[in-house]
């Protein structure tokens, strides 16, 4: 008999033959912990507005985002990463910060409600609060202006800290954010309040429909001149140690799926969390897929996040947490 098994054959498929076993084995796992859900509130709307381009997420009213914070932490995810929608924008996105704004009202009344059930994010940018649409100030030129940001950034760190945010999540991709938001905390007694660094952030094309979602597309121009090349991996350590050097306790790369290489080189370098968003793009495709009967839509779901997870990242940001994890009880 050709490729006869003596007794020292290998033999993968024993360790594959029941579901039991394949679970048993298994080396990457996969826990509702693991998750965070990035949710969008909107102000002076009425009900949950739908994202055309992202089936089933929507623009939340605070109440509905109290109603949905509340099926997560029942739900045993990690925790949710919040994005605001003020009813007005300027030049410097003055909602960002002021205490009325509609993410620092979202996050204390979370916090009131949860307590300290769900860990809270708080993003940290100025896109969707802009009326221009980029993620800092803007120079007469049209340039945006890296250190009067700084300042802003720390403004917002301030008030997000204040309002219950748990964690502050920069993602600006501002050089020297971190440093500028860390003094801002600790002089304000937030030193207990940690930093998660969007540190490796692409100027992706993946970002289309939170674009939509957050109603934060530039109005010139693009981001690329802020947000990291993707043909540029060696790079993505070297901002991941600078953060780290400005006093980030976890680091993100973002988008997920097109980085899984940037995910794997992050994690084998560094001793702190790493935590990889699954962007909206990624959810619209698989989404589309899905309806068009392409794939099986949970499996496919349950894959893509294990794949982020088996790369390196302890944590996913994905619109899916909710629904991955009741699949995963």
């Known amino acids: 008999m050709i490729g006869g098994a003596g007794p020292g054959f290998a033999r993968g498929r024993r360790l594959r033959s029941t579901p039991a076993l394949r679970r ?64 007005e924008k300027d030049a410097v996105g003055s909602q960002a910060d002021a205490a009325d704004g509609i993410v620092n009202v979202a996050l204390q009344q979370l916090r009131a409600d949860l307590g300290d059930e769900l860990v809270l994010m708080a993003d940290l940018c100025l896109c969707e609060y802009t009326d221009h649409g980029h993620c800092g100030l803007v120079t007469p030129a049209g340039v945006v202006d890296n250190d009067p940001t700084l300042d802003r950034y720390a403004a917002v760190a301030i008030a997000q800290a204040r309002a219950g945010a748990h964690v502050i999540a920069p993602s600006g991709m501002m050089d020297g954010q971190v440093a500028a938001i ?3 905390l600790d002089g304000a007694a937030f030193q207990e309040t940690p930093i998660l660094a969007y540190a490796a952030k692409y100027a992706s094309g993946f970002y289309g429909p939170f674009r939509e979602a957050a109603e934060g597309a530039p109005q010139f121009g693009d981001r690329s001149t802020y947000q990291m090349d993707p043909p ?15 006093g ?18 992050v994690a084998d370098a560094v001793d702190v969390p790493v935590s990889a968003y699954q962007v909206s793009g990624e959810y619209a495709m698989l989404e589309a897929a899905a309806a068009n009967g392409w794939v099986d839509r949970q499996r496919a779901v349950l894959e893509t996040l294990t794949a982020i997870r088996r790369a390196g990242a302890g944590t996913v940001l994905t619109y899916w947490a909710v629904e991955a994890a009741r699949w995963l009880r």
């Open 24 to 87: 048993l084995t298994a080396q990457t796992r996969l826990s509702p912990a693991d998750l965070v859900l990035p949710v969008f509130v909107k102000e002076g709307i009425d009900e949950p507005q739908p994202i055309s381009s992202m089936p089933g997420v929507v623009q939340h009213t605070p109440d509905s985002l109290r109603k949905a914070a509340h099926e997560a932490a029942e739900a045993g995810i990690g925790g949710l990463i919040l994005f605001g929608i003020p009813a």
């Open 182 to 184: 860390r003094r801002a």
């Open 232 to 246: 540029n991996a060696d790079e993505a350590l070297r901002e991941v140690a600078q953060d780290l050097a400005e």
């Open 248 to 265: 980030a306790d976890a680091v993100m790369v973002k988008p997920a799926l097109p980085y899984l290489d940037i995910v794997a080189r």
